[in-house]
């Protein structure tokens, strides 16, 4: 079946770059998706890819999709204290119906 | 920004008991979604919901859930007679169409004791 994988830590000092990887198993969706929760938040969303897209640049986020490999990234430039939280990729059912979520990194920013 | 708003954010109940777990969804949207997630497992689908009826539902969802949209406004997830198994942070989503951005709210945390 589908499948969603991430790697499940990470610790970066404040001011460093900040990588989360993620790869799925199928994907003929038209995005790919990273969430963000904050503690005792809900799941924001944070950005998306088009699937056709390589790359997508978003002021201090890069997403970078290779579909050879079925690997998503998330880059955090500059990283804060306040990005502090847990990162989901999700990617879409084969019919288009449903999320399916990675267990999530959580990335915790030092001082 | 309009917001998915859920109700409860916290709800404690016994074994056995029914739940109700609430949602307003984004006014225009017409998808609508529950999710849940199991302390330190993944966020799981639940169901989706499209005219005014259930367009897919995961193995998760048996007999014991039920969804209900009683308004124009509100979209609600039934637990008949929880278990403790049922405990969990459960999410609402709603999107404008299929395949379109999902939008969470802020959960409601179950915990059946």
């Known amino acids: 079946g589908e499948d969603v994988e991430q790697s499940l830590f990470l610790s970066v000092r404040e001011g460093d770059s900040s990588v989360i990887n993620c790869t799925y198993t199928?994907?003929?969706?038209?995005?790919l998706y990273w969430y963000k929760q904050e503690p005792g938040a809900g799941l924001q969303l944070l950005t998306y890819?088009?699937?056709?897209?390589d790359m997508k640049q978003d002021q201090r986020l890069t997403v970078l999709l290779n579909k050879k490999d079925k690997h998503l990234s998330l880059r955090i430039a500059d990283t804060q204290t306040g990005d502090s939280a847990i990162y989901f990729c999700?990617?879409?059912?084969?019919?288009?119906?449903?999320?399916?979520f990675g267990k999530g990194t959580t990335l915790s920013v030092s001082s | 920004e309009p917001e998915v708003t859920q109700t409860p954010s916290h709800q404690v109940t016994q074994m056995g008991q029914e739940v109700i777990l609430r949602c307003v969804p984004i006014?225009?949207?017409?998808?609508f979604y529950w999710y849940r997630q199991i302390l330190g497992q993944k966020v799981e689908f639940l169901v989706s919901?499209?005219?005014?009826?259930?367009?897919?539902k995961s193995e998760i969802f048996d007999d014991q859930f039920s969804v209900e949209r009683p308004d124009g406004s509100n979209f609600t997830l039934k637990i008949r007679s929880t278990k403790l198994e049922d405990s969990a942070m459960y999410f609402c989503?709603?999107?404008?169409?299929?395949?379109?951005?999902?939008?969470f709210g802020s959960g409601t945390q179950l915990s059946v004791l």
């Open positions: 890819i088009f699937s056709n897209m």
């Open positions: 006014s225009n949207h017409l998808y």
């Open positions: 919901f499209y005219n005014n009826e259930i367009s897919e």
């Open positions: 999700a990617d879409v059912n084969q019919a288009g119906t449903a999320l399916i």
């Open positions: 199928d994907s003929s969706s038209t995005y």
């Open positions: 989503a709603s999107s404008g169409g299929l395949n379109e951005k999902l939008f």
